[in-house]
């Protein structure tokens, strides 16, 4: 089952994994990256730092408040429990947060998903908080069509409203599929455009202890690997462009806002504004 049970004890985990991304018309494109990525209870953090790990101050390995949700630096979990409850969605348990963390300061993070849980372990709710190479963001709240537990099997649905790529339009559906067991973790995105599936695109790896020889040796690994994000998503782009696939126009917005994909009793797209970032010098990340 994809959840993490609320008797554990465990507040953070690495992931070590591998990122892959397929084209598939109109010309088949695919490529695979090793990464590592950081699994933390937001209820933890004030527990998890270290020399080497830090929560809004400078480490070999940090996380900062507000490259995330509300983006203000204010505390995370309130604010994912509040999005919930304007969405009618039964989440009360521990909300975990995937994503890449500041490697020497630096941070670039095209997707990052929030795993939202009841008191019995069980994953309710994804919210998948995107960003591109253009600094905006858009976060998709989903949840299973009758408001049940989230599956292995379970697929979620939401509206593309986010410009991620010059080589794709604004417009048709984001497929997503989870599944955590306890070594290891897999998200499974397929978009679809008005001709049917494009792209499909999975992170997914082994989980380990959130520990400083396995922190610390995945860093010795790639200890570049927020800035080879940024340079391999331009590398890709530019080999799309030399096999003369057609460039898109980018449709910009003005305001982030939040979608959620349910409601109670019937489904639909709803739209929240979040407040712009006070910090002038915000992160800005790629899909």
């Not at 507040?11 to 010309?27: I, K, S, T, Y």
């Not at 400078?58 to 900062?64: A, E, F, V, Y």
């Not at 963001?137 to 009758?146: F, G």
């Not at 690997?225 to 940024?230: I, K």
């Amino acid at each position: 089952m994809s959840h993490v049970s609320a008797s554990d004890s465990i507040d953070a985990q690495l992931l070590c994994a591998n990122v892959m991304h397929e084209r598939l018309r109109p010309v088949r494109h695919r490529f695979i990256y090793p990464v590592f990525c950081l699994r933390l209870n937001l209820d933890a953090l004030p527990r998890l730092q270290r020399w080497w790990f830090g929560i809004d101050r400078w480490r070999l390995l940090s996380l900062r408040r507000r490259d995330y949700g509300p983006h203000d630096g204010s505390e995370l979990a309130p604010w994912m429990r509040a999005r919930l409850r304007e969405a009618g969605l039964f989440a009360d348990g521990e909300i975990w947060l995937q994503t890449f963390p500041r490697v020497f300061g630096y941070a670039f993070n095209p997707v990052s998903f929030w795993l939202c849980h009841d008191r019995a372990g069980d994953l309710r709710a994804l919210l998948a908080e995107v960003n591109n190479t253009f600094g905006e963001r858009h976060a998709y709240l989903m949840a299973a069509p009758d408001g049940g537990p989230i599956l292995p099997v379970t697929t979620l649905h939401c509206r593309k409203v986010l410009h991620v790529s010059p080589f794709c339009r604004v417009e048709g559906n984001y497929e997503f599929r989870v599944r955590t067991a306890p070594d290891t973790a897999f998200v499974g995105i397929t978009y679809h455009d008005v001709d049917g599936p494009l792209i499909r695109t999975a992170i997914g790896g082994r989980l380990l202890p959130f520990a400083r020889g396995a922190v610390l040796g995945a860093l010795l690994r790639q200890p570049w690997m927020t800035l080879a994000v940024v340079a391999r998503i331009h590398w890709q782009a530019l080999r799309l462009w030399l096999r003369n696939v057609r460039r898109r126009p980018a449709r910009r917005r003005l305001k982030p806002v939040l979608t959620s994909q349910w409601r109670p009793m019937r489904r639909h797209t709803r739209s929240m504004v979040l407040p712009r970032p006070e910090c002038p010098a915000e992160v800005r990340a790629a899909n």
